[in-house]
Each structure stands twice: as structure tokens, then as C-alpha cells.
T-cell receptor
């Protein structure tokens, strides 16, 4: 176990709805990254937060947004859900914004299904 | 843009044998990091090994080692003495925002 937790484990939503996924980082980790992993694919980088500020973003539209809180928890919000948003969403925490310098610890993921 | 290519979607190896997973990448960065991650069926991704590009010496972690060829932009993973618990998806990745390849599913044959 990595010490990173995510909730919920599974979630079913309908197209057009909004969803919030949650992640609890390892204690002391000030950086969290979110990834989308479609079935049979590698994870794709959504964005990273460092000390509660966005610190880099992948090729995802603005309806994907996030928050990071001082207590090492974070959220991924997705508005106006589309069928293609169905995926496993992973968060990963690390000790610093230079993620290369520190190991990223992944959570078990949230499986989102959009109908 | 950074890209990562894993050309072997699936591989199989007999228990106790050695297997090598291939990875090539492209980056415009002069200094970067490379990673191999393992994702077992339970889904939690864990780091297997990482390599700093400025270091010429290949990284090793117990039964896992890499063959890092910087000029060729190649970063293969060798697993020695394969064990049943090594069965998983293996992802090669580059740099801090972690650009992943599509993965190689490794089967261990008893």
C-alpha cells in the first residue's frame, strides 16, 4: 500500500452530470497529480497541484478542474460529463513539485462510468 | 512533446526465467527522469525502478534492472528470476508530469 487513498472506488453518472473525485495524499506530500486511465491504455496526465496552486496541465479541457487543500487532500471535478470520460482516475502524491525528484505514490483509483 | 512507446502489448515468461520489456521515448529535455511502474490487477500503481538521464550507470533494484541507452532513447526493463507476483501491466514513463506508454502486460507461466 502507498498510503494514498481515493474515494469513491466506483461511480456511475449520466452524461451532462458533474462529478467530484477525492484523494488523500500521504502525510507531508505537498504535490498531487491526477491522471485519467482509459481501459487498456496508459495513464494520461490531467494536472498537478503544488501547495494548493495548479502547477501544470495536460491536454484536458477546462471542464476538468481541481482543488488541493492544506490537509493533503485534493479533488478532481469534472463538469458536463461525456461518455468518453469513462475511465479509471488516479491520483498520485509526491514530496515536491519537481515530481521527477521524488517518487510519486499512486492511489488505487476511482472507476468512473458515464452512461 | 514527450512520447513513450512500448512495442510489446503482451509478453509471457516462465517462472524463474528472465524477461526484458522494451521502451523507447522522445523528449527535447536534456535532463529528465525515466520510470518503470507496475500495475497489478488490484490497480494500484507502484514504482519499480527509476533512472536519472544524466547518470550513465544503469539503475538496479534487486531482480529489476534497466538498460538505458540515452543516445538511442531506449529504456528497457529486465526482470530476473521471474516470480508469479511479477504478473502485471508494466508502464514505462518519462519526466515529472509522467508521460506514460501504453503498457506491456506480463504473464508469468508456472
Amino acid at each position: 500500500e502507498t498510503g494514498v487513498t481515493q474515494s469513491p472506488t466506483h461511480l456511475i453518472k449520466t452524461r451532462g452530470q458533474q462529478v467530484t473525485l477525492r484523494c488523500s495524499s500521504q502525510s507531508g506530500h505537498n504535490t498531487v497529480s491526477w491522471y485519467q486511465q482509459a481501459l487498456g491504455q496508459g495513464p494520461q496526465f490531467i494536472f498537478q497541484y503544488y501547495r494548493e496552486e495548479e502547477n501544470g496541465r495536460g491536454n484536458f479541457p477546462p471542464r476538468f478542474s481541481g482543488l488541493q487543500f492544506p490537509n493533503y487532500s485534493s479533488e478532481l471535478n469534472v463538469n458536463a460529463l461525456e461518455l468518453d470520460d469513462s475511465a479509471l482516475y488516479l491520483c498520485a502524491s509526491s514530496l515536491s513539485a519537481g515530481g521527477s525528484l521524488d517518487t510519486q505514490y499512486f492511489g488505487p483509483g476511482t472507476r468512473l462510468t458515464v452512461l | 512533446a514527450q512520447t513513450v512507446t512500448q512495442s510489446q502489448p503482451e509478453m509471457s515468461v516462465q517462472e524463474a526465467e528472465t524477461v526484458t520489456l522494451s521502451c523507447t521515448y522522445d523528449t527535447s529535455e536534456s535532463d529528465y527522469y525515466l520510470f518503470w511502474y507496475k500495475q497489478p490487477p488490484s490497480r494500484q500503481m507502484i514504482l519499480v525502478i527509476r533512472q536519472e538521464a544524466y547518470k550513465q550507470q544503469n539503475a538496479t533494484e534487486n531482480r529489476f534492472s534497466v538498460n538505458f541507452q540515452k543516445a538511442a532513447k531506449s529504456f528497457s526493463l529486465k526482470i530476473s528470476d521471474s516470480q508469479l507476483g511479477d504478473a502485471a501491466m508494466y508502464f514505462c514513463a518519462v519526466d515529472d508530469k509522467i508521460i506514460f506508454g501504453k503498457g506491456t502486460r506480463l504473464h508469468i507461466l508456472p
